[in-house]
């Protein structure tokens, strides 16, 4: 009864905070799940037309990278306070932030069909400026990374792996998507720039090969700043990394990885390789990197089911809300700044990123 209290007093407070976001001009569909209806907010803001969602204009696709290996670069020695709180990042967008997020039942079931008034939501502790499109069932282009683990501790499970990301790639990548591949020991090893072509895509996952430690967070590090950065906005950007987790060899500290896939925009999605029956340090690091960026780490129980993860990540990637806003009392200053995003009917759960990084002028 006391959490329910507590729930109820969270969900008050942000009403208050926030206010409710302008309707859409048109009438939405109800949701998937149950029909009750959603609290309204207690405060109406100032009657406005919004502008109608629009399908966000697709970008000139990023020009095609040699296969090869390349060492990252990585922003601090092991044991150092990393200096990347300090890095400019130039040019990522204007003052609007676009968040991707799905929202889930108590069951994990994805529930579409909501509408923009019923969520809250706080930037850096304010309610926006203003809305500028509300997007159900986003059809953003995709920017799609596949990061296979290919160090030594994988090898029996690898052949497993490959076959499921080929899957996953023919069934997740529409005309307008695209999607790059790459192993990662000690070093990271770009098998394919981003391209929509399956066939090459797959080529590059059959070229891959297990073998070497394991330097986790020198990988995604340098994937997000070398490739995903690259691409700017107006994508929804997933990586789909399929390791145990576990890291020998990296100079680049775990939360040095989750800033830099803040900067770029991107949401990282963990399938787990470690079937023991208990979770280890290697699965906790997964989840706390997916958490962090707004994706799902998922913990096959037998290596055949590595599928089911993609399969998974698929549904949620076809299943997104797109939320375009302005925030209030925005400074380009290159500070990180926090969301907070809430559905109002308490039956419902919003996984989104946490927060990211203003830009820099």
């Known amino acids: 009864m006391f959490k329910n209290i507590q729930r109820g007093t969270s969900i008050a407070f942000l009403l208050l905070a926030c206010g409710s976001f302008v309707a859409a001009q048109q009438t939405s569909p109800t949701p998937t799940q149950p029909t009750q209806q959603s609290p309204q907010p207690t405060q109406q803001p100032q009657q406005q037309t919004p502008a109608q969602p629009q399908p966000a204009q697709s970008q000139p696709a990023a020009q095609q990278q040699p296969a090869g290996q390349q060492q990252p670069a990585v922003p601090g020695q092991p044991g150092q306070e990393s200096p990347l709180d300090v890095t400019t990042i130039k040019g990522i967008g204007a003052r609007e932030v676009n968040q991707i997020f799905t929202v889930t039942d108590k ?7 909501l509408r923009q008034q019923d969520f809250g939501l706080l930037d850096d502790g304010k309610r926006p400026e203003r809305v500028i499109r509300f997007t159900q069932q986003t059809n953003l282009p995709l920017r799609v990374g596949i990061m296979l683990d290919t160090s030594s501790s994988i090898r029996q499970r690898f052949e497993f792996e490959q076959q499921a990301a080929v899957e996953f790639l023919l069934q997740v990548l529409h005309r307008q998507d695209m999607a790059f591949v790459e192993g990662f020991d000690v070093q990271l090893d770009l098998e394919q720039g981003f391209s929509n072509n399956v066939d090459l895509l797959n080529q590059g996952i059959h070229k891959l090969r ?6 986790l967070f020198d990988a995604l590090y340098a994937t997000c700043r070398d490739q995903m950065l690259m ?3 107006g994508y929804r950007k997933a990586i789909i990394m399929v390791t145990d987790g576990d ?11 989750i800033k830099m896939c803040q900067r770029a925009e991107t949401m990282v999605y963990g399938i787990s390789t470690n079937v023991s029956p208990t979770k280890d340090k290697g699965d906790d690091i997964l989840k706390a990197i997916c958490e962090a960026t707004g994706g799902r780490a998922f ?3 037998r290596i055949e089911e590595v599928s089911n993860g993609f399969r998974s990540i698929e549904e949620e990637l076809r299943s997104q809300y797109s939320l375009e806003y302005v925030p209030s009392d925005f400074k380009a200053d ?3 700044r926090t969301i907070y995003l809430q559905a109002l009917d308490p039956r419902y759960k919003v996984r989104a990123r946490k927060g990211y990084f203003a830009p820099r002028q």
Do not use: E, R, V
Request: aromatic share 12%.
């Open 334 to 336: 290159g500070s990180f």
């Open 299 to 301: 913990y096959p129980t």
């Open 231 to 233: 691409q700017g906005s």
């Open 107 to 113: 069951k994990g079931k994805f529930i579409t069909g």
């Open 210 to 215: 297990p073998g070497g430690g394991t330097a």
């Open 247 to 257: 890291d020998n060899y990296s100079h680049a500290l775990m939360t040095d990885a």
